[in-house]
């Protein structure tokens, strides 16, 4: 399963770089590769909605195992990330040719059903909470996740007790490196390419942590690693 997942990242990402090329050579085609029901939103709501449901998977074979610490967590990942595929096919609503509601039609900027496109006294919820609030978060937990985790003591039991993956130096070297290129692109469609880009990431710090012990899928290889780990504290294991 590690290696399907990881093989399935890497095609990903490279359709990603690819999708994002392709805007400096033929803006016809980027166009209709990032449009509203395109291969690129499409991409990132079959990756949430996949992996949602390795989450759920997990959650169920574990959870009796864990604390509440870790389910709270759990679980509010496995919720976010089918939101986020909810929202990402406005649930539905033009695969079924459902029409929105009035309070959609007059509140939804793209008079979809989904809350992120949503406009209340003027403030769009989708700038406030995922353009700016989440920037914030998951820059942090990517930027000084690594760090925080191998210099602070009592952070990293925090992290350990929620159960939360750090990602690898080289995961978020690979995000800020595709990030750069989608940035470059002058077209709010680069947002599309953004989304993608974050979701197989996140996906794939969790197949992958630093700290193995949250790993999505143990392997037999992993094993004798997790057992050695319960003895040495991770900042005193290179892991690869």
């Given amino acids: 399963m590690n290696k399907t997942l990881k093989i399935t990242i890497t095609i990903l990402l490279i359709i990603n770089i690819v999708c994002s090329v392709i805007y400096f050579v033929d803006l016809e085609l980027f166009l209709r590769l990032a449009k509203e029901d395109g291969l690129v939103e499409n991409l990132t709501a079959i990756t949430c909605l996949i992996f949602s449901l390795l989450l759920l998977s997990r959650y169920i074979k574990v959870s009796r195992e864990k604390k509440a610490k870790w ?137 992958d942590p630093y700290n193995i012990e949250e790993k999505l899928f143990y392997t037999k290889k992993d094993l004798p690693v997790k057992k050695r780990m319960k003895i040495y504290p991770p900042t005193t294991i290179k892991v690869s």
Avoid: C
């Avoid at 406030?128 to 602070?152: A, D, H, S």
């Avoid at 990602?167 to 993608?196: F, H, R, Y």
């Fill in 71 to 207: 389910k709270l967590f759990n679980l509010m990942m496995i919720f976010a990330l089918f939101f986020v595929f909810g929202e990402e096919i406005s649930w539905g609503q033009r695969i079924f040719s459902i029409e929105s509601s009035e309070f959609f039609l007059e509140n939804n900027k793209q008079q979809e059903t989904n809350l992120h496109n949503l406009e209340v006294l003027g403030i769009g919820i989708n700038k406030l909470i995922f353009g700016k609030m989440l920037t914030v978060i998951f820059g942090i937990y990517f930027l000084f996740g690594y760090i925080i985790y191998r210099k602070n003591t009592s952070l990293r039991k925090i992290i350990n007790e929620f159960g939360i993956p750090i990602p690898k130096a080289s995961q978020t070297a690979v995000l800020l490196g595709i990030t750069a290129l989608v940035m470059s692109i002058d077209d709010s469609k680069k947002w599309e390419l953004w989304e993608l880009t974050f979701s197989v990431i996140l996906l794939w710090v969790f197949i």
